[in-house]
């Protein structure tokens, strides 16, 4: 058996009081929605927007600096485009500190 109440064990005052905590949690419920809609609505979006354009930046200077040139080893060349790209889409000034 469980200690939980049933409809049949409690009285009107507790029916009562029951209903009194449901509206106050889904009062309370709705406003925190609406806090973490309003908090998630700016930053990241502004955030995304930043981080697109870096990258769109990036790929304008790429493509305006053509292929690697001859005698660069192609591995070598490709680990930079990644160190740019890992900036570009997050700069050292957002990266979470370990």
Known sequence: MTDRRTVDTINDDQLSQLYDNLGRAETENAE????LAHCHEREPRQRAEAALARVTDLQAQWLAAGPPP???PIARWWDARLVE????????????TP
């Open 32 to 35: 925190l929605r609406d806090a």
């Open 85 to 96: 790209l890992h900036n570009a889409i997050r700069p050292a000034a957002e990266e979470p």
């Open 70 to 72: 001859l005698g660069v």
